[in-house]
């Protein structure tokens, strides 16, 4: 009998990309399973926000392919939504709540009459409910983080970027959006590609680790490791990060916050 294998939603193809003279990313394959949390780590300037870019289309590769659905990623689709990491710059600050995330559905052609239900329903599930008339700045800084998530799931989209989402807060929003995100994306069944400076974080949220090299132009694959992350769902911030596994992980994907 013919296994059944995971449809691979999003591929890099020998991926390499070349920014003002400098190599990024040399030539790096991966693929994404459908409904997977993929996370990327790696020391700064190693190419983890450029990979991201080169997903969801903002960026184009010198070679080699980024494919979805195994068709070439040509620029940014609706399909596929990007979340920030400075959540402040990424809002609106002259719109409310409800009309940061209507941007979403104003872009995507959604009849005006539409659009109050799928923002109340997207806020109601990012806890944001009772705050749909407030701007901004009358928001915590976690807050302003959910408004932006809103926004991304209000498009519906099958796949997610974060490029960094919760490194500006402190650490108990932190682990409470990491708990949220990963309800949402059981919820909702997402995919989602997730960039981290924080070993802990990509190893609590995700189902694989992707670690990039110190220095993609010493000849090597910009790709150093892709690790498992055999730790069972749901996941706890306590117990979860007790598990044997969970602490066998971080030891191991230490050497590639700064070493080659």
Request: net charge neutral; proline share 7%; aromatic share 6%.
């Amino acid at each position: 009998m013919d296994l059944l294998l995971p449809v691979n939603l999003l591929c890099f193809d020998q991926v390499a990309i070349r920014l003002g003279g400098r190599e990024i990313l040399s030539p790096t394959s991966l693929e994404v399973a459908k409904g997977e949390f993929v996370c990327i780590i790696g020391p700064s300037g190693c190419g983890k926000t450029t990979l991201l870019r080169a997903a969801a289309g903002f960026v184009t590769p010198g070679s080699g392919a980024v494919l979805r659905h195994g068709q070439p990623v040509k620029g940014p689709s609706r399909e596929v939504a990007f979340v920030f990491q400075d959540y402040g710059r990424a809002l609106l600050p002259w719109r409310t709540v409800e009309g940061n995330v209507g941007l979403a559905l104003e872009a995507a052609g959604v009849p005006a009459a539409q659009r109050p239900q799928r923002i109340r329903r997207v806020l109601e599930t990012v806890g944001l409910g009772a705050h749909a008339t407030r701007f901004p700045a009358q928001l915590s800084g976690g807050m302003q983080q959910r408004v932006q998530i809103a926004r991304c799931l209000a498009q519906e989209p099958e796949l997610m970027m974060m490029d960094e989402p919760f490194g500006a807060l402190d650490a108990m929003t932190r682990q409470s959006l990491q708990d949220e995100l990963a309800r949402l994306v059981r919820d909702n069944g997402l995919t989602v590609v997730f960039v981290t400076h924080d070993l802990e974080e990509a190893i609590y949220l995700g189902d694989r680790v992707i670690a990039l090299r110190t220095n993609p132009t010493a000849g090597k694959p910009s790709v150093a490791a892709v690790i498992e992350v055999n730790i069972p769902h749901p996941r706890d911030q306590l117990s979860t990060r007790e598990h044997p596994e969970f602490l066998r992980l971080r030891r191991e994907l230490y050497q590639y916050l700064g070493h080659d």
